[in-house]
């Protein structure tokens, strides 16, 4: 079986384009991995550890090489697709297809916009759902994505040949690849990602700052522990996405924020029935998520994912 | 070596009392564990899974049995604790040791001076910092405070030798035991443990009633199932722990929306500086506790339990 994808470059070989870069060799989904990093030691360093096969700091080493069936995966922080998308205009083919992992697609759809004048159809915009705490090259896992979502983002002008390709990028790699709208990708992850972060990231400011806060971090619990580990991810990333995703994240914050206070209300008025109410209520919603999460990770386990290396 | 507990009567046989009855039996810390429960079954089926001893749902059959050297706990929601010390105050004699596991420590003090007039040496208030989704009578876990931190919140007027007998008793089912003030554990707990909870109940409810429900909990990534895990907490328990602790609670929540509040703005002002050093500083105070908690964990690895049984 021929391996669906030509050339992946890859630019940007933190956690996210290093680990698409280390899968994909090691599933062979293409024959070969370029990856493009700005500081020559991570490139030498990518080599070394067998995420690509070259490494450039310098794109247009490879970019007028590409042709169809080659695909260009940008993973650097959101505000910086900009910039990268600019320098690749004027080198790439038509042909070769664009996509990218940034965690908002409507700022990105306006770089696009912004740098090319339209959307062309060489460009899907994407966004793998995995992360962790670690970051940087040393953190490329060929797992990463192994069971985990790829939300893709076509719009009316993307081109079927290229969403398909996408599609089976992130498909040999392991992952479930689904297909939402751009503002929807944006509203939905402003809820169930952006908010909970920002959430995170006050709470362990506000603790930070009390005159308590030794005190308060030597006797917090688990749930605690639990409940602030995403304030440990890297904070250039998350200024991106707050600044890139503004309308859907303060939408969110406002909505929470509205809830907080009529919770806030119900426990000065010590509105017994409400607060049960309240409680009940998220209980439920919170179980059935236990619940639907169950029932998709059942569906998940019998992935098989097919490997390019057999020849058949 | 004696047992340090003469008999222990313990009140409430959900997930903390079950959990003390049978620790302490396994552990061989008193001389034999008495249980009370409200539900004749609670007290059938606590006896069948080994729990206790001895169970009954009239705590009479047992009160005026009790005397120097013997402890009853006290482990129902925060908000029944005065209606216990009311039924228990004419039938113990002033040698029993009473403590409590409640969440709150200011309410229960007040409980306590309601049904006593003043704060008998007897009565030694603490709160066992373990818990878990789980609850009722099957829950039990005789390991549940197994390098788990108990605090503890003596007065004025507590008697030295009631403190030490549960120091004792906690010290046995391999617990680490601090001192706190009654004011600074509801604080603390406020900051640490009640604001926490109540975001995640106020976030929850939040996305359930989102028009983008079904989507939210479909593309929720692992992290909002960390963050939001706690919300499945029991209802009535942290009805309770609101209306007992409003005062601090009500304190925490306003510090919190404040920092909320200035977030949202400098997202709204774009003003990247300022979230930037906001996230920056949150990520340090978070990888600090991240090492308080390392270090805790490798102090409390070698925690040597005595066995009671061994008579030497």
Known sequence: MQ???????????GLIGGSLA?????RASCQRVVGIARDQRTCDRARQLGIVDEATTNIADVAGQLGAGDVIFIAVPTLSVRRVL??????????????????????????????YGHVPPQLV???PIAGAEKSGVEAANANLYLQHRVILTPTEQTGSEHLHLVRSMWQAV????????????????????????AIAFALVDTLAHDSQTENIFRYAAGGFRDFTRIASSDATMWRDIMLANTHSVLHA???????LAAMREAIAQQ??????AIFTRAKAARDHFTQMLATGAQHAVPVVLPNFNDHE
Chains 1, 2 share one sequence.
Request: glycine letters at 10%; aromatic letters at 2%.
């Open 22 to 26: 280390l899968a994909s060799k090691q």
């Open 271 to 276: 509105d017994s029935e409400q607060l049960l």
């Open 3 to 13: 391996p669906p994808i030509g050339t992946l470059v890859v630019i940007g070989l």
């Open 125 to 127: 915009l994407g966004h």
């Open 174 to 197: 392991g992952a479930e690849v689904l297909e939402l709208s751009v503002q929807d990708h944006d509203d939905i992850l402003g809820a169930t990602s952006h908010l909970p972060h």
């Open 253 to 259: 914050i406002d909505l929470f924020s509205a809830n």
């Open 86 to 115: 600019a320098g690749l205009g004027p080198l790439v083919s038509a042909a070769v297809t664009i996509t990218d992992g940034a965690s908002v697609k409507g700022s990105v759809l306006q770089d696009v916009q912004a740098v």
